[in-house]
Nanobody, 125 residues
Framework: QVQLVESGGGSVQAGGSLRLSCAAS????????MGWFRQAPGKEREGVAL???????YYRDSVKGRFTISKDNAKKTRSLQMNSLKPDDTAMYYC???????????????????WGQGTQVTVSS
């Protein structure tokens, strides 16, 4: 059974930084895609950043240049360094993973099999 556990959320003022981490257990795939989605109250879930074991990486346009996703395939972790945070970044952030490569369309569809419980990020103005 795959479990994804997020950590690192919190509250920060606009312009600040946070680092999220996701640790996977039970992930037996040789090749997998893993990354971050977010959902703000009253809004649809949206993809933030994905990267797979081969290094294919995708970001949503609004976070490019501010967020960086990193991976440790051996430890099966993904981290999301978030800089220059804006109030619009406020959301519950979810880690997700699935077997195979990442594709850009997955940021929109969210077609990943496994999901974590989420960690809250709040950015105040």
């Amino acid at each position: 059974q795959v479990q994804l556990v997020e950590s690192g959320g919190g509250s920060v003022q606009a312009g600040g930084s946070l680092r999220l981490s996701c640790a996977a257990s039970g992930l037996i795939y040789r090749r997998y895609c893993m990354g971050w989605f977010r959902q703000a109250p009253g809004k649809e879930r949206e993809g933030v950043a994905l990267t797979d074991t081969d290094g294919y990486t995708y970001y949503r346009d609004s976070v490019k240049g501010r967020f960086t996703i990193s991976k440790d395939n051996a430890k099966k972790t993904r981290s999301l360094q978030m800089n220059s945070l804006k109030p619009d970044d406020t959301a519950m952030y979810y880690c997700a993973a699935t077997e195979g490569f990442c594709y850009n369309f997955m940021l929109k569809t969210g077609e990943l099999e496994h999901w974590g419980q989420g960690t809250q990020v709040t950015v105040s103005s």
